[in-house]
């Protein structure tokens, strides 16, 4: 009976021998199978591409090759699988969308995420389903682009999003040592940069993604992570007893007293130069960027003087916004889809690459490195002096208030808080009439699509 039973022992191991080895040939053949292509992965991430934007002793902008790390990334891809990667920059997604409507084949994997649900189903490939990316990503993957229980877009990376990114520099000469826990000394902080001639916070409004922060700062404001989606909850999501209409009126506030700067900046890149140069204080804005104004500090100067630090506290508690992070896509009408998905997983798997990005590995079996960007936060998460809420999915309430917003006229580019500050600029602390009254229309307009199309919101 024994011997049976080790007979058996002894077949099932040759099996499993044999099956591992049939699945590393099957690997090698797919791999010499693809020798040869050319993949080309068209991205918004040009720092990663061309190198960090930096300045020299005369104040000239440069690249700097060293910080290429996509460009680098590639090339060490090409050398151990021999599929050859062509990397385009592209500034947006209006770059993309002419490709796609006419199905062009030239695309294979991109990474430009600012589509809606619907654009992500008609130009990206299926990448897997919730259940495969939850067993991959853990709770992160319910987060990332899903639409009939298909993500379109595999986000490896997770991030500690939407904080202060600040100088500490300027905080320390405006008397404080840290980010204020409470709304009033934040304010009172803003105060006192505004005092030596210095802008408190850099908002950048030539385009409207920037004001998406909005969105998160609303869940710091209420402690909870649905508050987009609970719009449908009442008919006037814009007053400022819900929490929504209570976010933007802060923001409102914060630009009537100056806290924003004085003229808008007319570059993304200009505004944070402001903050690695100590002409403004700081950004209410993701960890992505950390790096970036970290690589414009002057010369001489130690770019660990920009930090990153949970929002205050508005009322609600402490928070910070946990999310998938570093969108990777394949084209729907690539006709190298299986090389397009290697190289997905490919940076998937490099933890170093990752960190190099600013975001955290988070793919099950990959041991991730934690970005020193990260380091206040992680203490404070640690000590409970923060909590962490994670980015809630766009499930059937999300997607019907934004069907809400579309149809009212508030909803722009997919990122519709733009059309939420129109009477922004005109607001002065002592007249408050233009935005009174952009809320009383806001309103009306949510209520009479939402009674239009019929929603409400769903348990």
């Known amino acids: 009976m024994k011997i049976k039973r080790l007979l058996a022992l002894l077949l099932a191991l040759i099996m499993v021998v044999s099956m591992a080895g049939c699945g590393d040939a099957q690997s090698n053949q797919t791999n010499k199978d693809l020798k040869g292509t050319t993949i080309k992965v068209y991205t918004h991430m040009g720092q990663r591409v061309l190198g960090e934007e930096k300045k020299d002793e005369q104040g000239n902008t440069y690249r700097d090759a060293n910080t290429a790390i996509l460009k680098h990334l590639a090339e060490r891809f090409t050398k151990e699988t021999g599929i050859n990667v062509e990397l385009i920059v592209v500034t947006n997604e209006e770059e993309l969308r002419p490709l796609f409507q006419v199905k062009d084949d030239s695309v294979d994997v991109f990474t430009c995420p600012n589509w809606s649900l619907e654009e992500w189903k008609a130009y990206a490939e299926p990448y897997c389903t919730v259940e495969e990316g939850i067993a991959q990503y853990g709770e992160y993957a319910k987060a990332m682009p899903t639409v009939d229980n298909q993500i379109y877009c595999i986000m490896p990376g997770r991030a500690y999003n939407q904080a202060v990114v600040y100088n500490e520099e300027v905080i320390k000469a405006a008397g404080y040592d840290e980010i204020p826990a409470t709304l009033d000394e934040f304010n009172k902080m803003c105060e006192k940069i505004k005092a030596l001639g210095i802008t408190p916070i850099s908002l950048h409004r030539v385009e409207n993604w920037p004001l998406a922060t909005v969105q998160d700062f609303a869940i710091y404001v209420s402690g909870n992570p649905n508050v987009f989606a609970e719009c449908l909850k009442t008919e006037n999501p814009f007053s400022e007893t819900s929490p929504f209409g209570k976010t933007i009126k802060i923001y409102t506030e914060w630009k009537a007293k100056g806290f924003f700067e004085p003229e808008v900046y007319t570059d ?6 402001s903050v690695a140069y100590g002409k403004a204080a700081m950004m209410l804005f993701g960890s992505w960027v950390v790096p970036q104004i970290q690589g414009r500090v002057p010369q001489g100067k130690d770019p660990s003087i920009i930090k990153f ?6 009322g609600a508690g402490r928070y910070v916004l946990a999310a998938p992070a570093d969108n990777w ?3 729907k009408f690539s006709k190298n889809k299986e090389a397009a998905r290697k190289f997905i997983e490919y940076i998937a798997n490099d933890a170093q690459f990752i960190a190099d990005s600013g975001f955290i590995a988070n793919k099950k079996g990959v041991e991730p490195k934690v970005p020193e960007l990260y380091a206040i936060i992680d203490k404070m998460v640690a000590s409970g002096d923060c909590k ?7 499930d059937e309430n999300a997607l019907n208030n934004q069907k809400v917003l579309e149809e009212a006229g508030l909803y722009a580019d997919y990122k519709y808080v733009g059309l939420l500050f129109d009477a922004l600029d005109i607001t002065r602390p002592d007249d408050w009439s233009a935005y009174n009254k952009q809320v009383e229309t806001q309103n009306q307009l949510y209520a009479k699509y939402k009674q239009e199309l019929g929603v409400s919101w769903k348990d």
């Open 268 to 273: 993304f890149g200009v505004a944070m130069d």
């Open 309 to 314: 630090a949970p929002a205050p506290d508005f």
């Open 329 to 331: 896509a394949i084209s």
């Open 388 to 394: 962490v809420v994670l980015q809630p999915a766009n």
